[in-house]
């Protein structure tokens, strides 16, 4: 699937989060597009080959794309 970038407004969201180092309840779509849960801190947010990904300080790491919810906050764009 190509990658869609979110809006301005949901990665600044997603930038505080990281700034503040605390944990966030993180939904997303898997490559299945399930629905998944974690628990974790923003380690970063990164560009790798024209995708963006948030990187958790659990090792895992997330297409912005897919997200789905951060911190209680909705990506205006999920479905």
Do not use: W
């Not at 969201?13 to 309840?25: G, N, P, S, W």
């Amino acid at each position: 699937m190509d990658y869609t970038p979110i809006s301005c407004e949901f990665h600044d969201r997603l930038e505080d989060v990281a700034t503040l180092r605390k944990q966030a309840v993180i939904r997303y779509r898997d490559a299945n597009g399930d629905i998944q849960q974690c628990t974790a801190r923003i380690a970063d947010i990164v560009n790798l080959k024209k995708e963006e990904f948030l990187l958790l300080d659990s090792g895992e790491r997330i297409r912005l794309d897919r997200l789905v919810e951060v911190d209680g906050h909705l990506l205006a764009d999920a479905s």
